[in-house]
């Protein structure tokens, strides 16, 4: 693109801006006393057109250096062997990078840092991790677009709560009930798309989060609506409360092992149940990855003719991967929702799926470490943005975009097959 037709562009965005601030914040109501007044503010437009055309500008001008780099690279077969390079290592990097991470992980309570504020960044951070990686198993491994994850979060917590609310069961015992319902829910979402793919199956899962979330929002005798459910049980530390006060008969936490009454002995333990269960995730993934249904979602993935003629059932493969990914989510969910100690439909609308989806797409689809990195931007990024207040999400935003600009495959992108044939070796003859 021309000098000239960035320009023209830039000026004609800074217009619309300027006709669109105009009337947002060219006026100022102010009282006087009696009847309010107005003060113009003409001067925030012009900063606001000024604003808007050189990022325009910029923006333009990063897409056209993008474009010619992408071009040199291609031209040049050291460049093109250096970008060879990094995919290679974003294929390696769950073997070295992924210990540091749960290295780190592991001693992050312990930091000098670790407040309160840290822990609670970090178990969040956790769970978004455990979220990013069961939808890898559908998206990354099986190749199939989901918007309605959500759903199977919202299906685990619920199960958690109801069952704790009406039943006694307690975190223990409904996590696994949590998962198994979840992968029931996701088995029966398998069902209907099994001969839909990209564009219509996205659409198709994104009804089925909205369905689920419209139940829990209007089924009030069961969910209680809009009100949520309160009094969620929290875990505790095999049997021992994490209390001032422990009922009679019971030893407080704190008393076992003779420490100070602390509510950061339950923040911690909470960080470090997230941890277990989310590092099961990961080492479940990573195994099954290896084993013939791992094989077969990346066969899926690549192709689903070829998958066919290779006699692979696709209906099989895609049921199990909806099941296992929505169990994972099932868990995450239960963990959310005794951690929060209540839960309500609003906190399992489709942006949660979109986040969730961002983080696979952004970390690199296959790739587990590349999860690891892209939840902790997606989630610490809008904290440490909170002081710009609404400016914070613009900001949240324009980051995205600039990663997808600079790698649109992802952090780490890892599509490479667990597994190749090896080449034959052929004698002087011809034959092998």
Known sequence: MTLQQRLRDSVLAAFVAAVLALPLLGFETIDTGGPLGIRTRFDYVAWAAVIV????????????????????????????????????????????LMPLLIAFAIVLPMMPFADRTVIDLGTVVLIYVMLGWGLNIVVGLAGLLDLGYVAFYA????????????????????????????????????????????????IVTLGFGEIIRIILLNWTDVTQGPNGITGIDRPSFFGFPFTASPPDGQTAFHDLFGLDYTSLHRIIFLYYVILVLA?????????IRKLPVGRAWEALREDEIACKALGINPTNTKLTAFAIGAMFGGFAGSFFATRQGFISPESFSFIESAVILAIVVLGGMGSQAGI????????????????????????????????????????????????RLAKLKTGSGGSP
Do not use: C
């Not at 001008?61 to 995919?87: G, N």
């Not at 809008?382 to 495959?409: D, H, K, N, T």
């Open 279 to 287: 590092l099961i995730t990961n080492l479940f993934t990573m195994r």
């Open 53 to 96: 055309f050189a990022g325009r500008f910029a923006f333009m001008w990063l897409l056209d250096w993008h474009r010619d780099r992408k071009i040199a690279m291609a031209q040049s077969a050291d460049e093109a062997e250096q970008r060879d390079l990094l995919t290679r290592l974003g294929s390696k990097a769950d073997k070295w």
């Open 155 to 202: 299906v685990g917590a619920y199960s958690y709560a109801l069952l704790s609310l009406h039943f006694g069961f307690g975190f223990w015992e409904s996590l696994p009930l949590a998962g198994m319902f979840a992968a029931i829910f996701g088995i029966v979402l398998g069902f209907p798309v099994l001969r839909l793919r990209g564009d219509y199956l996205a």
């Open 372 to 419: 690891v990195l892209a939840a902790a931007f997606l989630t610490l990024l809008p904290e440490l943005a909170r002081e710009f207040s609404l400016y914070r999400m613009l900001a949240f935003g324009a980051a995205m975009v600039l990663i997808m600009i600079w790698r649109p495959q992802g952090l780490l992108a890892h599509r490479e097959p667990t597994i």
